[in-house]
């Protein structure tokens, strides 16, 4: 499973950005195994990425989110 650091939350929206082996990816609070409020930015977690293909035309996603 891979593994990154929570580069930016934005609590009052429910998602955030983790940083990872260069690439930015997005996760959204349904996607945090366990209790979004609990995450702080510079967390290290670990992740799935969604292969699911993005049709709003964004960069990929993170799933299974938990702090490691």
């Keep these: 499973m891979p593994q990154g ?3 930016k939350l934005v ?11 260069g ?4 996760f959204h ?3 945090v195994q ?3 409020e609990s995450l702080s ?10 292969s ?3 049709t709003k035309g964004k960069g990929p ?3 299974q989110v938990k702090s490691v």
């Design 5 to 7: 650091t929570i580069k």
């Design 52 to 54: 699911a293909p993005n």
């Design 29 to 31: 609070h349904s996607s």
């Design 61 to 63: 996603r993170a799933i």
């Design 11 to 21: 609590s009052d929206r429910g998602f955030g950005f983790i940083a990872s082996s």
């Design 41 to 50: 930015e510079g967390q290290a977690v670990e992740f799935e990425v969604d």
């Design 23 to 26: 690439d930015e990816l997005f």
């Design 34 to 36: 366990g209790s979004f």
